[in-house]
């Protein structure tokens, strides 16, 4: 009688699973222990495919790329107080990339916790919570588990996507109640991002600008990939015969050898164009505002702007066209409002397409190099072949010169094979975002990264080979943050921004079982990796690149504070 009874009962853990699992999330991105061991375990009996790493930032990184390659929210699973705390960074990153994440954190009792009486992981983690991410919920009940999962989900995908914080404390879990009626407590979310159509009048607004314009550039942002409406987003951009130039993560949205493809000249377009249309791409610090010297003469450009949250508009410069809606809504509307659409006047695209033509060609000599020790063009100018030979495979990116060098050197030839530092310019996205890709996709990944940038995740190269995951890693490693030359004025220590020298990663991958490989020359290192994507295998490439080749911070040196009574 006890089993039969049994049998008609459920419980928070099992409620949680069937809940996420109604809203077709299958992968958990986890760091296992007090109360949540027994979670992760049952997800996995259940199966979901639940990847166990060795610190809840990684999962968490991993959770908040998987949103943005799958517009589901990406779910990292963590214990209280410090996981709790070790997952929030990437929470915050995922909002702050507009991706949708949810990190759902065992916590201690309400009763301790809110009198501070010292329990085990003793922390009031929703108060925490709350101004780093979009939305923070707790469930109390068992028979709130379906609302609570129902208002995560919507919240981290409906309008602007963005991380949500469910708080699910130990007492929760083990909560029990009859099985059909905690069946009918959970929730299905229908339509959990609507679409969002801006008005009539905005999107005739936006197309007289457009068609008046005699110099008009379009800017593709990470949002307009995330969008998933890859072919409509291209049909746009041809119709226009636009010019256009995509951020970072939206390399690959349209081919990036598209003939209106303005990538290697982008000075020139920021700064003569006479109207600007940004597609999920921000004004913010990565188009330095809008303004300044990069953009030209002040007030001499029209803005349109497509976002989905009508807060983004004016936010740098004023928003001549705004333009509320969600991309696939806004484009699909413009696009059937354009059947006679003017040729860009020829004088613009020439000259823009001139200009492309001579830093392409000034920067071709550079890729084809074989020195010893490697500088960053002679090695990634083998892995753009890689890559132009491999159309699938993800390129995760970090670092300084490792991220702005292979941003402009590799192409990308399809939608969201980009992933990297993101608005924020994180350090130690690397190896959680691998996984994720690899995990989400099934593609092979190759991540390139900075010495210091791997640092930060590398010890989930065990995950890797636990997992058997299809990931490459190559670190440029140049033994140091920018450049590996730094001294101790003192001479006590080594200077600050210099590593053990030649430090030997690929021992690293070795250890749990991969395959790790030395490459001096870019000879060595073209074989290495095509070798890994070959076999499949989890590698670890150790580029040595010349300590001296790289410049402080990269592309933006220029951001550093500079004192006025020391001199560098
Ligand atoms: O038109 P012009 O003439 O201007 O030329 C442009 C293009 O037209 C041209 N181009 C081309 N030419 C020819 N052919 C082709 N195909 C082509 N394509 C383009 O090239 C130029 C440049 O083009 P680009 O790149 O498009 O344009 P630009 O001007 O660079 O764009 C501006 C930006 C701002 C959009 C762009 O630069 C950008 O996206 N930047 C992102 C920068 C970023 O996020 N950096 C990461 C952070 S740096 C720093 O903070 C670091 N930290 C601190 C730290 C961090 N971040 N996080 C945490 C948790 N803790 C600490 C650390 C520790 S970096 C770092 C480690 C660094 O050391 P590593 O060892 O990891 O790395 P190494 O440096 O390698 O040692
Ligand atoms: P990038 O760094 O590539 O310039 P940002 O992260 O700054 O891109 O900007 C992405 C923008 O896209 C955000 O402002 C976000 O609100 C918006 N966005 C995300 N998804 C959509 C969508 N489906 N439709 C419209 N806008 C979107
Ligand atoms: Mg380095």
């Known amino acids: 009688p006890e089993e039969a009874e049994s049998q008609n009962l459920t419980d928070g853990f099992h409620l949680i699973i069937d809940a996420l699992k109604m809203n077709g999330i299958e992968n958990i991105y986890h760091v296992p222990g007090i109360p949540v061991t027994d979670l992760g375990r049952m997800m996995q009996a259940e199966g979901m495919r639940v990847i166990s790493f060795r610190h809840e930032s990684n999962a968490g990184n991993a959770a908040a790329i998987a949103g943005y390659l799958t517009r589901k929210p990406g779910i990292c699973l963590t214990v209280s107080a410090p996981g709790f705390l070790n997952g929030l960074v990437s929470l915050a990153h995922a909002t702050t990339n507009c991706w949708p994440m949810i990190l759902i954190s065992g916590s201690s009792e309400r009763e301790i916790v809110d009198l501070q009486k010292g329990d085990y992981e003793e922390m009031d983690q929703l108060a925490v919570a709350k101004p780093l991410c979009k939305a923070a919920y707790r469930i109390l009940h068992a028979e709130d588990i379906g609302v ?13 996507p963005g991380g949500v914080y469910l708080d699910v404390p130990a007492s929760l879990l083990s909560q029990v109640m009859g099985a059909a009626e905690g069946l009918k407590s959970l929730i299905k979310v229908v339509d959990p991002a609507p679409a969002h159509f801006p008005a009539p009048a905005a ?7 457009l068609k008046a314009a005699k110099k008009p550039l379009i800017i593709l942002g990470k949002g307009a990939s995330y969008a998933q409406c890859d072919d409509l987003v291209r049909a746009f951009v041809e119709k226009t015969g636009a010019p256009y130039i995509a951020m970072s993560m939206a390399k690959g949205l349209l081919p990036d050898d598209h003939e209106q493809y303005a990538g290697a000249a982008r000075s020139l377009v920021l700064k003569e164009a006479d109207c600007v249309m940004l597609i999920g791409a921000r004004l913010n610090w990565l188009l330095s505002h809008g303004k300044g010297k990069q953009w030209g003469e002040p007030h001499t450009k029209k803005f349109i702007h497509i976002d989905i949250d009508p807060k983004e508009m004016d936010s740098n410069q004023p928003i001549d066209a705004p333009l509320v809606g969600d991309i696939e809504s806004t484009l699909g509307t413009m696009l059937e409002k354009m059947d006679d659409w003017p040729v860009p006047p020829a004088e613009w695209t020439g000259a823009v397409y001139t200009k492309r033509a001579q830093n392409v060609e000034r920067m071709a000599p550079k890729l084809v190099n074989n020195n010893v020790p490697m500088d960053y063009h002679g090695a990634l100018g083998r892995l753009k072949r890689i890559f132009a030979d491999h159309p699938d495979a993800i390129l995760v990116n970090e670092g300084a010169n490792a991220l702005d060098f292979a941003r402009s050197v590799i192409d990308m030839s399809k939608p969201r094979k980009r ?3 993101g608005t924020w310019g994180v350090m130690g996205i690397g190896m959680g975002t691998a996984i994720a890709a690899a995990v989400e996709t099934g593609h092979p990944v190759v991540c390139v990264e900075g010495d210091s940038a791997f640092g930060f995740s590398g010890m989930e190269v065990e995950t890797i080979c636990r997992y058997g995951l299809p990931v490459c890693v190559v670190i440029f490693n140049n033994s140091g943050i920018y450049r590996g030359t730094d001294t101790d004025p003192t001479g006590r220590d080594p200077g600050t921004t ?11 991958m070795r250890a749990f079982g991969g395959e790790g490989v030395t490459a001096r020359s870019p000879d060595d290192l073209e074989r290495a990796v095509r070798d890994a994507i070959a076999s499949g295998k989890p590698t670890l490439v150790n580029a040595i690149i010349d300590p001296q080749a790289g410049t402080e911070s990269g592309r933006i040196g220029n951001l550093n504070p500079q004192s006025v009574v020391s001199k560098k």
């Open 148 to 160: 609570g999962v129902a208002r995560a989900i919507r919240a981290a995908v409906s309008g602007r």
């Open 203 to 209: 999107i005739d607004r936006a197309l007289s600008l």
């Open 419 to 421: 992933l990297d530092v």
């Open 498 to 508: 210099v590593f053990v020298k030649e430090a030997q990663y690929d021992m690293m």
